[in-house]
């Protein structure tokens, strides 16, 4: 009964924030846009870091008091997945883009800032693989936006008005200006 109550709470909070999300603008002041990701990615990843905790604990101890029930390497799995879910939270907590009618700052995941003008920008491209749009300088520096984060659509105008179109790849182009028309690119997984 228990299990069958944390899984409706946590049926609820997905449903909730995916909800929320939709109302919520990016924040923005004195002509910046924030991009952040959405609520969505920290709940996942929290209920996730909790089933792959809770799992990895009953393995464990089923392995210590029966040796021979668990082999030692399915416990690998839980460890893994748990290391994904711990980067999903960590993503959400740390990683923001700023943009303006100037460039863009990014704080990306270990705390490295990078900043690109608008005018120093080479190439823009889009990897439908991993879901984000990159931005390259002349210096060979890169911030990767991903197609999940809120204020994508703000983003996309901006990069529309502020980059020249020859250094934008069609299919970038063409994805940021869906965005802009706010239909973000779908995230496929396979």
Known sequence: ??????????????????????????????GRVVLRYSAFLFVVGLLGLFFCGAALAVGVRLHLLHPGRVHPLSLVWFVLFGLFFLWMVLEYLFVRHTVTEEGMEARELFGKRVRIRWDGVVRVYYSPLAGWFGVVDADGKVIRVSAMMLGLQEFARVMLSRVPPEVMEPEARFRLEEAARGNPPEQKLF
Do not use: C, H
């Not at 299990?3 to 999300?21: A, K, Q, T």
């Open 1 to 30: 009964m228990r299990g069958l109550f944390r899984l409706v709470i946590g049926g609820v909070i997905l449903l909730v924030s995916r909800v929320m999300d939709r109302f919520r603008p990016a924040p923005s002041r004195e």
